[in-house]
């Protein structure tokens, strides 16, 4: 097991994450998002301090002065000396970036007199950058987009469209993100650049995560190559693909895309050598060992809590992958024991019967549960029976459908409505039985008059 | 007087009657100035024969200041409606429709609503064309009915459908359309046909309708209350429901429809909240017997998936899944739907075990071929048959009534001149709108030859 996950001898407490070695994973700007969220989540606890230090130690090496400010005020001198606010440094770099803001603005200015495209676009993104930098993704992402109407070459827009993802995805933006990543995608030339692609199908897929969108999640993040290494890492790493990839994979895929995409898929399975623990669980769980999985699954949790984009989806991923798990293991069997599968999965016999119930009422499994013997059988469906009885009750349906459409039909006809408080003359009166006016329903009569009633097929093939 | 009865007594077969009834008009000026003389006048008439002068005389004394009850006045008017002739009852459908009421509040004042049920079903007889048209003494015959609580007795009138108000033949009015779905509804509910009852009450809904209505209100709220009995959801509206009837569905009938999103969520905790809360509305609107009826359908619904996912379950386990308060209601209850056919089970008194029958599983030989064996016999297959034929007789008639219309001239005259309107520039698009619903509102005439049709085709 790799040195950062390595807390199988602790339990509840994630005492011994391994921050540095998590952290390597990131540069800029996640290194310190992801930094944050882990003291956030950790209040209280070391891991918190030593987050807010090295965020802090990132932050001094941008021009960030916003963040720093509060991630000095959230350190609160717990620290010691070194840790409080550096007014100097401050002052210095909000000076700097004041007069660079100045003079690229100023270029800008220059080159719009100057009508050069290129020069405008190259000043636009210079000023996304640095609006970026001083942590104002507003301005950032405002500046980015501008920079669309001088780009000239694929190769721009796709720069411009990378650089409005990771705003956008830092401001969790992600109606933007989903439509940059397809502005991006359908640039010519784009598939030829293996670490372009990826990049905006890690994108992809991790704002689809976001939205619990797992399966296609699963699907993008599975498409991503092993070239694009730590080229992304200021947005997501290769080693986050691999878990995010496996676990929405594993919740959402069933067996045979599970074998393409995942296991037999070479570029991911590259991708998850980074993480070996991911990799354990997934052919577990592809192996019918459901106990071991499990317990994959949860020696993972604390870590996973701490992740900046998983935390919120870990209790639904664990739920869904658990309930894959119980109707996999059931579905090659007639009747199986449940106390064999308590012992399997590691459950309470009365847990598992609840769960099984559950899943049983919602339609994933067809079986019955014998609770005296507590056995589960599985039922075979009696298709000739369903298909009758449902002939039956469309031939109902649609005897009744009729039988009111004819009778309203004659009441239309009849102008037989009942006229308001004011008699039938008044406007209202009459606009409304003009919406009952069988000859303004522009042609078709009967059928299309009375609003297409949604006898449809079935009324047009019993018309003989 | 004696001349006009007389003139009826000679008037009487069918090629006079057109002249009788002339006759009868005029003379409403001897009528009020003779009152005391129509009772004895009724003496010499035959209700059979002399339908149509009967029903005059009737009319007249009933609309006079009769005291309210009057026994003479019921006894003659139940031996017409019993009695009376068809073909000269159908001339003077508003005299006979008039009287009908009449004698309606007549049998409610005395509190014996029961005697006029067979005198009025024979009425309604008399003054329909053909089974699938709709009268005016609909309505009052199922008051009667739900009055005596005599259901069955309804029982034929309701199974037919009808398919034609004829406002002409039968001076029927969107009230009484409301009323009988109402009534009808509330008589099936009575009768525990709770599709028919949905039928009959989604048709008082989705009538088309240009103001609200009190009766489609409360028709709305026992829709919902039978929905939630009979298919566990509220069905959502058709979408041809007119706007104003959801107008008011919204401001009338909140808390039915908060008591449908209780019961949804299948928690017997929240229903239960949700009726103690809104008991004031239910009980003014005399529905605390279907609510509590809605309350122990949740149980039984509960049970029923219960049979769907186990073989067998302890009392204790069901108690608890389904909110009740022991095992010992819970096996009441089951006991109960066991003896109303909602679910096959058995009880193990000694471990307190409930076997639900397996309906599906095809476990030994026997078993399975007696699982195809509903659809193998021959009355499963002659079943089957029957419905397809009435589908098909369904559609052929739909059919019917589209080719009338669309042959129809006054609808064709408008259609063209919807599309030459399109074509002109405009100009012309102004007026053409303007004509077409004012020549819908005043459209009785040009519909008259198509429902003389329609009435002699369907």
């Given at each position: ?38 003291a956030?989540r ?31 005020a ?28 100045e ?15 290129e020069s405008i ?66 640039t ?6 293996p ?16 939205a ?18 730590s ?10 693909v ?11 895929l069933?067996r ?26 997934v ?20 870590s ?5 984009h ?6 639904q ?17 007639s ?10 999965f590691n ?5 598992l ?13 067809s ?7 507590k056995?589960?059988?599985a ?11 449902k002939?039956?009750s ?59 009633m ?11 | ?36 003389h129509?009772?004895a006048?009724?003496?010499?008439l ?6 149509l ?5 009737l ?7 009769l ?11 139940s ?9 000269q009852i ?9 009287t009908a ?19 009025l079903?024979?009425?309604?007889r ?15 015959f ?35 359309l ?24 989604l ?35 058709p ?28 928690n ?7 009726v ?5 509305v ?10 509590r ?10 049970i ?5 996912s ?20 819970a ?62 007789e ?25 599309e ?11 007026p ?7 020549a819908?509102?005043g ?16």
């Amino acid at each position: 097991m790799a040195t950062s996950m390595d807390e199988d001898a602790h339990v509840a407490d994630h005492g011994s994450f391994d921050l540095e070695a998590y952290i390597s994973n990131y540069t800029g700007h996640a290194k310190i998002d992801r930094l944050l969220f882990i003291a956030e989540r950790s209040a209280g606890k070391p891991l918190e301090l030593e987050a807010l230090r090295m965020a802090h130690d990132e932050l001094k090496k941008t021009e960030n002065t916003q963040r720093y400010k509060d991630v000095v005020a959230r350190i609160d001198g717990r620290l010691g000396a070194s840790y409080t606010l550096d007014r100097v440094w401050v002052e210095n770099t909000d000076r700097r970036s004041a007069s660079k803001g100045e003079r690229l603005e100023s270029e800008l200015q220059s080159f719009k007199a100057a009508m050069m495209k290129e020069s405008i676009r190259m000043g636009h993104s210079d000023l996304g950058d640095w609006s970026y930098d001083r942590g104002d993704l507003q301005t950032a992402f405002k500046c980015y987009a501008r920079t669309r109407d001088y780009c000239t070459t694929s190769r721009h827009v796709v720069a411009m469209c990378l650089a409005v993802i990771r705003t956008a995805l830092e401001l969790e933006n992600f109606v933007h993100v989903a439509n940059y990543i397809g502005k991006a995608e359908s640039t010519p030339d784009v598939t030829n650049d293996p670490i372009t692609y990826s990049k905006l199908k890690a994108s992809s897929g991790l704002h689809l995560l976001r939205a619990k969108k797992f399966k296609l999640a699963a699907r993008k993040l599975c498409e991503v190559s092993p070239e694009m290494g730590s080229s992304y890492s200021d947005v997501i790493a290769l080693h986050d693909v691999a878990v995010y990839g496996s676990l929405c994979a594993l919740a959402s895929l069933d067996r045979s895309e599970l074998r393409n995409k995942v296991i037999s898929n070479i570029g991911f399975r590259e991708i998850l050598e980074l993480a070996p623990e991911m990799r354990e669980l997934v052919h577990s769980f592809y192996n019918s060992q459901y106990a071991a999985a499990l317990r994959c699954l949860d020696a993972l949790k604390p870590s996973l809590l701490l992740d900046m984009h998983l935390s919120d989806s870990v209790p639904q991923l664990y739920a869904l992958i658990r309930h894959r798990a119980l109707c996999q293991y059931v579905q090659p069997f007639s009747s199986v024991n449940l106390a064999a599968m308590a012992v399997a999965f590691n459950t309470a016999v009365g847990e598992l019967e609840k769960q099984l119930a559950g899943l049983i009422m919602d339609g994933a499994i067809s079986a019955r549960i014998d609770s005296a013997t507590k056995v589960l059988y599985a039922s075979k469906a009696d298709l000739r029976a369903t298909t009758f009885a449902k002939v039956l009750s469309a031939g109902e349906a649609y005897c009744r459908d009729t039988r009111a459409l004819l009778l309203r039909a004659n009441l239309v006809q009849h102008d037989f409505m009942q006229s308001g408080p004011l008699g039938g003359r008044s406007k209202k009166d009459r606009l409304e039985r003009s919406l009952y006016d069988m000859g303004g329903l522009g042609g078709g009569g009967l059928m299309y008059g009375m609003g297409g009633m949604g006898l449809g097929g079935l009324g047009r093939s019993m018309m003989v | 007087m004696e001349a006009l009865v007389t003139q009826v007594v000679a008037l009487s077969s069918p090629n006079d009657l057109s002249q009788l009834l002339s006759t009868l008009k005029n003379a409403e000026t001897v009528f009020t100035q003779n009152y005391q003389h129509i009772a004895a006048a009724l003496q010499a008439l035959d209700p059979a024969q002399h339908s149509l002068g009967f029903a005059f005389f009737l009319h007249h004394l009933a609309k006079g200041n009769l005291p309210m009850p009057d026994a003479s006045f019921i006894d003659n008017a139940s031996r017409f409606f019993t009695l009376c002739n068809p073909g000269q009852i159908q001339m003077i459908p508003d005299i006979f429709c008039a009287t009908a009421h009449i004698y309606k509040e007549h049998l409610l004042a005395i509190s014996n609503p029961r005697r006029g049920i067979l005198p009025l079903r024979a009425g309604l007889r008399a003054l329909q064309l053909n089974p699938e048209v709709l009268t005016p003494l609909h309505a009052d015959f199922f008051q009667l009915c739900l009055l005596s609580k005599c259901y069955n007795a309804a029982a034929p009138v309701l199974a037919e459908d009808i398919f034609d108000v004829a406002p002409q033949q039968t001076s029927c009015t969107p009230t009484d359309l409301f009323l009988y779905c109402y009534f009808g509804g509330m008589l099936c509910i009575g009768r525990k046909q709770h599709a028919r009852a949905l039928e009959l009450l989604l048709q008082a809904i989705t009538a088309p309708a240009v103001a609200g209505n009190a009766i489609v209100a409360a028709a709305y709220k026992k829709y919902v209350l039978v929905c939630l009995i009979h298919a566990g959801q509220l069905l959502p509206l058709p979408k041809y429901t007119s706007p104003c009837v959801r107008h008011v569905i919204d401001s009338e009938a909140r808390p039915y429809n908060e008591l449908a999103a209780a019961y949804v969520l299948r928690n017997a905790e929240k229903l239960r909240r949700a009726v103690d809360q809104h008991s004031g509305v239910f009980a003014a609107d005399n529905n605390l017997g279907l609510v509590r009826q809605v309350v122990s359908s949740l149980a039984v619904r509960s049970i029923q998936r219960l049979t769907q996912s186990f073989l067998t379950l302890s009392l204790a386990d069901i108690a608890a899944n389904t909110g009740l308060s022991g095992a010992e209601e819970a096996e009441a209850k089951i006991l109960r739907m066991v003896a109303a056919g909602q679910i096959r089970a058995k009880i193990d008194g000694r471990s307190g075990m409930v076997h639900f029958a397996d309906e599906t599983r095809a476990g030994t030989g026997a078993a399975a071929s007696s699982s195809g064996g509903l659809w193998d016999s021959a009355a499963g297959v002659a079943a089957l048959d029957d419905r397809m034929r009435q589908v098909l007789e369904l559609g052929k008639r739909l059919q019917q009534a589209h080719e009338m219309v669309s042959q129809d001239r006054a609808y064709l005259s408008k259609v063209t001149a919807r599309e030459r309107s399109k074509y002109d520039l405009g100009a012309a698009a102004g007026p053409a709108g303007v004509v077409g619903p004012a020549a819908g509102m005043g459209g009785d005439p040009d519909f008259s030859p198509f429902t003389v049709g329609a009435g002699s085709n369907l």
